[in-house]
């Protein structure tokens, strides 16, 4: 079983930075995309950024420009840097990995990380 493990949410003033952090159990060699993705109270769950196997990326319109996820398949880690944060990005952040294998399609989330942007 896949299991993401998602660490660096917390409390942060309006215009500051959080570095998020998701920690895989497998090689990302299995993943053919990986990404974040984040709920606030009484909203859907929205894509925030996703990156490829390839390494191409896709933002959210909202946060580009000031988000920027990366990954490194050596340490099995996935970041996302969160600058110029604001109010409006307060969320649940959660870790998604797309995973493509030839007995199907799986999807594995972590159990979420709190970002709370407030002065």
């Known amino acids: 079983q896949v299991q993401l493990v998602e660490s660096g949410g917390g409390l942060v003033q309006p215009g500051g930075s959080l570095r998020l952090s998701c920690a895989v159990s497998?090689?990302?060699?299995?993943?053919?995309?990986m990404g974040w993705y984040r709920q606030a109270p009484g909203n859907k769950r929205e894509m925030v950024a996703v990156?490829?196997?390839?390494?191409?990326?896709n933002y959210a319109d909202s946060v580009k420009g000031r988000f920027t996820i990366s990954k490194d398949s050596a340490k099995n880690t996935v970041w996302l840097q969160m600058n110029g944060l604001k109010p409006e990005d307060t969320a649940v952040y959660y870790c998604?990995?797309?995973?493509?294998?030839?007995?199907?399609?799986?999807?594995?989330w972590g159990q979420g990380t709190q970002v709370t942007v407030s002065s």
């Open positions: 497998a090689s990302f060699h299995s993943f053919n995309a």
């Open positions: 990156i490829i196997s390839g390494g191409s990326t």
């Open positions: 998604h990995a797309d995973q493509l294998m030839s007995s199907g399609r799986f999807e594995y």
